[in-house]
């Protein structure tokens, strides 16, 4: 149980344009999900936290308007990263927090975006 | 907010050997820490986990310690094994709120 996938696994898109990374909850619900950001051998940053049903909590430093977070069902939470720059290019990854279980979250597989 | 810091950055141990990586942590409502150990390109796995209400968690060869007083927690590796070799994460929690250290790159050597 408590499977999260990502999708796509990786995405080359070019500068300027968006990229829309989805994040489901396979066998559970999730009232919260949040989206990281990891550089290489850096460790993962929190970008924002998303609630269903809610605006998204973005930390200090995230453009909410360039990355955009969409939490529309209990089972998947979305990421768009908007006019796309080749400083974007990271691995983005999700997790999310089962409903019925406190405290542990459940990671995604990730998503490596690279910009050109 | 939360800040956690961990160390150190690297570690090289010969195989059998111990690992102990420490964190420390700025917010006295964390009340949960989790450690991840993350392989290249892949997501960071859970491999054990404490709440604030525990002192020491042990599970075969890892264990966790926490004092809750000097906001500082260690994992202790035991009778290390090549395929320990990884980046491990420490987490401190509270609520929603989970911030990572810095990672620490193992590397157990046959």
């Known amino acids: 149980g408590a499977v999260v996938s990502q999708h796509p696994s990786w995405v080359i898109c070019k500068s300027g344009t968006s990229v829309k990374i989805e994040c489901r909850s396979l066998?559970?619900?999730?009232?919260?999900m949040f989206w990281y950001r990891q550089f290489p051998k850096q460790s993962l940053m929190l970008m924002a936290t998303s609630n269903e049903g809610s605006k998204a909590t973005y930390e200090q430093g995230v453009e909410k308007d360039k990355f955009l977070i969409n939490h529309a069902s209990l089972t998947l939470s979305t990421l768009t990263v908007t006019s796309a720059h080749p400083e974007d290019s990271s691995f983005y990854i999700c997790?999310?927090?089962?409903?019925?279980?406190?405290?542990?979250?459940?990671f995604g597989p990730g998503t490596r975006l690279t910009v050109t | 907010g939360e800040n956690v810091e961990q160390h150190p950055s690297t570690l090289s141990v010969q195989e059998g050997d111990s690992a102990v990586i420490k964190c420390t942590y700025s917010d006295s409502a964390s009340n949960y820490f989790p450690w991840y150990k993350q392989e290249l390109g892949k997501r960071p796995q859970l491999i054990i986990d404490i709440r604030s209400n525990v002192g020491e968690k042990k599970d075969q060869r890892i264990a966790v310690t926490l004092n809750k007083t000097a906001k500082h927690f260690s994992l202790h590796i035991t009778e290390t094994q090549p395929e320990d070799s990884a980046v491990y994460f420490c987490?401190?929690?509270?609520?929603?709120?989970?911030?990572f250290g810095a990672g620490t790159r193992l590397t157990v050597k046959p």
């Open positions: 987490a401190a929690s509270m609520n929603n709120d989970m911030r």
């Open positions: 066998d559970f619900q999730a009232t919260t």
């Open positions: 997790s999310a927090r089962d409903k019925s279980v406190p405290y542990e979250q459940y």
